[in-house]
Nanobody, 128 residues
Framework: QVQLVESGGGLVQSGGSLRLSCAAS????????MAWFRQAPGKEREFVAR???????YYTDSVKGRFTISRGNAKRTVYLQMNSLKPEDTALYYC??????????????????????WGQGTQVTVSS
């Protein structure tokens, strides 16, 4: 069983930065694919970024060049550094995890259905 706890959300002006953190319980954190998803009011949940066992990273097009996902295996934490924030980045951000036996990567990991552990979410609001 893995528990995920997000933190770091808040209110920021357009062009500003925030760093989200997701602390995970469990002893095999390094074997998990970790991801960030977000859901804006009235919209479906969408994939933001993911990081695999080897450190390989993938992003949705709208955040490429602005967001960076990273992981600290010793601290069992995954981070999302968000720069040049835009009002359209406003959403509830969720951390998600799924155990992976290998470092196999696939676009299937962009789907929320691939993940079986979720945090409670942290709100990010970007004002114009």
């Amino acid at each position: 069983q893995v528990q995920l706890v997000e933190s770091g959300g808040g209110l920021v002006q357009s062009g500003g930065s925030l760093r989200l953190s997701c602390a995970a319980s469990g002893r095999t954190f390094s074997a998990y694919v970790m991801a960030w998803f977000r859901q804006a009011p009235g919209k479906e949940r969408e994939f933001v970024a993911r990081i695999h066992r080897s450190g390989g990273t993938y992003y949705t097009d709208s955040v490429k060049g602005r967001f960076t996902i990273s992981r600290g295996n010793a601290k069992r934490t995954v981070y999302l550094q968000m720069n040049s924030l835009k009002p359209e980045d406003t959403a509830l951000y969720y951390c998600a995890a799924v155990y992976s036996l290998t470092d196999y990567t696939s676009s299937a990991y962009n789907r929320g259905s691939q993940y079986n552990y979720w945090g409670q979410g942290t709100q990010v609001t970007v004002s114009s």
